[in-house]
């Protein structure tokens, strides 16, 4: 069964740090594209960091840049996401996501992805 679980979603205070995971089952993790998306209650679901084949090359939103980390790890088929310096305005449900066919010029195209995780929800409070 082709998948994707995310975890470590939770409630913290403005300035805290979550770090985010993703593990991947039933395809070729190493072969594809990953990326973090997240939607907060009444906006649409946005792009937030994307992480090339091999991690060689990664892209974030303006609106993280600096303050998240994208990584991953082929030899347990897992994605992550380092959240530093969050925000109030970090709040949402995070999704993980993958595509088999990489295109650097749409990394946040969410149509062009393939697999979708559960989301996980992250709380930042003032």
């Known amino acids: 069964q082709v998948q994707l679980v995310e975890s470590g979603g939770g409630s913290v205070q403005a300035g805290g740090s979550l770090r985010l995971s993703c593990v991947a089952s039933?395809?070729?993790?190493?072969?594809?594209?990953m990326g973090w998306f997240r939607q907060a209650p009444g906006k649409e679901r946005e792009g937030v960091a994307h992480?090339?084949?091999?991690?060689?090359?990664?892209y974030y939103a303006d609106s993280v840049k600096g303050r998240f980390t994208i990584s991953r790890d082929d030899a347990k088929n897992s994605l992550y996401l380092q959240m530093n310096s969050l925000k109030p305005e970090d709040t949402a449900m995070y999704y993980c996501?993958?595509?088999?066919?990489?295109?650097?010029?749409?990394?946040?195209?969410?149509?062009?992805?393939?697999?979708w995780g559960q989301g996980t929800q992250v709380t930042v409070s003032s």
């Open positions: 039933g395809y070729t993790y190493s072969a594809g594209c």
């Open positions: 996501a993958a595509r088999y066919l990489c295109d650097y010029f749409r990394r946040f195209s969410q149509n062009d992805y393939n697999i």
């Open positions: 992480i090339s084949r091999g991690g060689v090359s990664t």
